[in-house]
């Protein structure tokens, strides 16, 4: 089956369920586009933040990004998070606004889109603290207040909209309704033009 080169971007705050949501769309297209039976070669899941954003080292690590997936340009290919995050956690711990436009321009040419993940309302992060410290206990560290993650959400927001690449707001407040997520995925499937 020819692969359709899907690039896409998953960006949103911290909490919000982008590696859950993102399993979901990395399924379908693994799944649909994988010629091998020793490998997982349908899509590549690349979870690219690891500690890098907000530092200065943010940019030069999007670069190298950007240059795999010129290698890669014939696969599909997903980051979670991205340049929105690195210019989100710039401006909000260093004050500092970067520009990614020239980023951006390499990344349309791709045909990169955008998914932004986010969630109805504040309460849901404090749902989402209890669950991320109990499976994640060192994520105390840089526990922040349910209030924070959402002034972080308002920041994503944002730039999604400044963004010139092709792009899909997704809800993402009820992970546990079948129904719903369901309902997202095909959302997503469809922006991409996939079935």
């Known amino acids: 089956m020819k692969n359709k080169k899907q690039h896409i971007i998953f960006e949103g705050a911290e909490l919000v369920g982008k590696s859950f949501f993102i399993s979901q ?36 690590i999007i670069d190298e990004y950007i240059k795999i997936l010129e290698v890669l340009k014939d696969k599909n290919v997903i980051f ?9 956690y710039n401006q909000i711990y260093n004050k500092k606004k970067i520009s990614y436009s020239k980023e951006e321009n390499i ?19 404090k749902n989402r603290i209890l669950d991320r410290l109990k499976n994640t206990p060192e994520y105390k560290r840089i526990l922040q207040k349910p209030n924070k993650y959402w002034m972080m959400q308002e920041k994503y927001i944002e730039m999604f909209e400044k963004s010139s690449l092709e792009k899909i707001r997704i ?14 995925t095909k959302k997503v499937l469809s922006f991409l033009g996939e079935k």
């Open 25 to 60: 769309i990395f399924d379908v297209l693994e799944k649909k586009y994988n010629t091998s039976n020793k490998i997982l070669n349908g899509c590549h899941w690349f979870n690219c933040d690891n500690g890098v954003f907000g530092s200065s080292e943010g940019k030069k």
């Open 107 to 125: 990344l349309k040419e791709m045909d990169t889109r955008l998914v932004l993940i986010t969630v109805e309302s504040v309460d849901v992060f």
């Open 80 to 88: 979670e998070k991205f340049h929105l995050s690195d210019a989100v």
């Open 171 to 184: 809800d993402m407040s009820f992970p546990l309704d079948k129904k719903f997520v369901k309902k997202q």
